[in-house]
């Protein structure tokens, strides 16, 4: 009988999780798994239970909770012999769109049920994991302001994308990768390991959680009708990468810095890191255990 602790943040996104336990004990295979529940209380909290679950040798930890969550329980977690399972409650879910883990609670909790564990690769930005996608610019400007709103969901991000649009400015960026140096002026960087930023919108639809490696999408501005007619249909068709804007790059190290010594707004997993001086990323192959949908992905 495997031991598996289910962390629920009770505020992720714009779902309730009332429901999660009663869901959760008529779904899962009770003679498979001893279970039990936490809720988060405040910010870092689901880092602390997590942590505690692998020193007590929980078998599995699953995050009921967002991208968010999902970062603070997994982050606790790599290169341990725990594995990690997600039932996706937030907005963007991300990660679980990547892994073909599906939205609806009650079908992601039978993919547990199935006990299919593989190893995927996780990144470090900054000393910090990562394990969907990581940004500077533009859209980390973006989820600074969206997260000092309590209002939630799609359009409300939607808002913050207009509005910094026109006012959020391109930066020329140094970059040093893999014995390789370029510059580049750039609206905004995406560091993928997995492929898209969340509500199943790709922005780099080559990565791979299991390819030892992070694709790097940079970005140029473009203009606005360009972009409704050209770059969006793009984006929302999964072939990003083709648009003549975009530079995509594969790395397994990458630094980061302004020419002009500009502090660089970054982004983890959609929440905002702050601004910093310097990004520098690496990836960790296959260092994660997860509770998988048996297919490739």
């Known amino acids: 009988m495997k031991r598996i602790l289910f962390i ?3 505020i992720s996104g714009t779902h309730r999780s009332d429901n999660i336990e009663k869901m959760t004990y008529s779904t899962l ?16 909290h689901a880092s602390e239970l997590a942590r505690n679950a692998v020193a007590d040798n929980v078998d599995i930890v699953a995050a009921v909770g967002g991208d968010g969550t999902i970062n603070e329980v997994a982050s606790e977690i790599v290169n341990t012999d725990t594995a990690f ?14 892994l073909h883990i599906p939205i609806q609670v009650k079908k992601s ?35 600074y302001d969206f997260d000092k709103d309590v209002r939630r969901g799609f359009q409300n991000y939607l808002k913050y994308i207009l509005k910094n649009f026109f006012t959020y400015k391109s930066v020329d960026y140094l970059l040093n990768y893999d014995g390789k140096q370029q510059n580049v002026d750039a609206f905004f ?18 990565a791979s959680v299991q390819d030892g490696k992070v694709d790097v999408c940079i970005t140029q501005r473009p203009k606005f009708l360009r972009m409704l007619n050209i770059d969006l249909p793009f984006l929302l068709s999964n072939h990003f ?9 594969q790395c ?20 905002p890191a702050g601004l ?3 990004v520098e990323l690496r990836v960790l192959p296959l260092s994660l255990k997860m509770v998988l949908p048996k297919i490739k992905f």
């Open 29 to 44: 295979d009770k003679s498979k798994f001893d279970i039990s529940f936490e809720r988060t209380e405040y910010k870092g």
């Open 109 to 143: 909790l039978q993919i547990i049920n199935d006990l299919h564990i593989e190893p995927i690769d996780t990144c470090q930005v900054n000393g910090r994991s990562f394990f969907s996608i990581a940004g500077i610019g533009f859209d980390a400007k973006v989820a």
């Open 8 to 10: 629920v943040n009770p």
């Open 85 to 98: 399972a997600v039932v996706p409650h937030g907005s963007g879910n991300g990660l679980a769109y990547h």
């Open 189 to 206: 960087i995406t560091f993928a390991n997995s492929s898209q930023w969340g509500y199943n919108v790709k922005i780099a639809p080559k």
């Open 252 to 271: 397994e190290h990458i630094q980061v810095t302004s020419q002009n010594n500009e502090s660089i707004y970054l982004h983890i997993d959609g929440d």
């Open 241 to 249: 990468d083709k648009s003549t804007l975009v530079q995509y790059v």
């Open 276 to 278: 910093v001086d310097t």
